[in-house]
């Protein structure tokens, strides 16, 4: 697991730079419509229901105000929607910033 050990906001897009030297950048608007919180995906119950995620899929004008490191695995965005639940593992980040 690669971790950041540089996050920025550069202009609107917040930037990462990661242990390995690798930059990601990413647009708020997808990183929030990304967001892997209950609100934003939904969660299964143990029947396999699904309860949630049914909110809005487009954020046209949401910003990034601030983040926070959660332990050694995670980062937690605040979007200017009030959004702040998702927590983003580095993994994911990772992911999401490798996927087109």
């Known amino acids: 697991m690669h ?4 996050i920025q906001l550069i202009g609107t897009e917040v930037a990462i730079v990661w242990d390995d030297g690798v930059e990601s950048y990413f647009n708020p608007e997808q990183l929030r419509a990304a ?11 143990i029947f396999g229901h699904q309860y949630g995620g049914n909110g809005p899929k487009n ?3 949401v910003t990034v105000l601030d983040w926070a490191k959660i332990g050694n695995y995670a980062v937690q965005f605040i979007f200017s929607d009030g959004h702040r639940t998702g ?10 910033a490798e996927s087109p």
């Open 3 to 6: 971790a950041p050990v540089n």
């Open 35 to 45: 967001s892997p919180s209950a609100e934003t995906q939904g969660e299964r119950d």
């Open 59 to 61: 954020f046209a004008g």
């Open 87 to 96: 927590l983003y593992s580095y993994d994911y980040l990772r992911k999401l």
